[in-house]
């Protein structure tokens, strides 16, 4: 059973940094996709960024593009979101997914998901 397992969430202010980072468990398939999403308090949940897990090709939403990065790590089994130049508008349950991969990294279907960590960014 795939399990995924989120941490790295808090409270920091606006401007400062956050790395999150995504454990994941019990995975059998060989080429996949690892994403973050997040979702803010009556929001619907949105595609944060992605990464092949075997070629490390990575994807951003536009609104990230340039504070955040993904990466992989493969020894360890982790994914991991380095946010920097947090903004309020950052504030989100982020949450790690992963599937078997599909063409476009930018496809927001993931079958596997993790239970979410609270990043909060105060002005």
């Known amino acids: 059973q795939v399990q995924l397992v989120e941490s790295g969430g808090g409270l920091v202010q606006a401007g400062g940094s956050l790395r999150l980072s995504c454990a994941v468990s019990?995975?059998?398939?060989?080429?996949?996709?690892m994403g973050w999403f997040r979702q803010a308090p009556g929001k619907e949940r949105e595609f944060v960024a992605a990464?092949?897990?075997?070629?490390?090709?990575?994807a951003y939403a536009d609104s990230v593009k340039g504070r955040f990065t993904i990466s992989r790590d493969n020894a360890k089994n982790t994914v991991d979101l380095q946010m920097n130049s947090l903004k309020p508008e950052d504030t989100a349950v982020y949450y790690c997914?992963?599937?078997?991969?599909?063409?476009?990294?930018?496809?927001?279907?993931?079958?596997?998901w993790g239970q979410g960590t609270q990043v909060t960014v105060s002005s």
């Open positions: 997914a992963t599937r078997l991969w599909k063409v476009s990294l930018r496809n927001i279907e993931y079958e596997y």
């Open positions: 019990g995975r059998t398939f060989s080429t996949y996709d």
């Open positions: 990464v092949r897990w075997n070629s490390g090709l990575t």
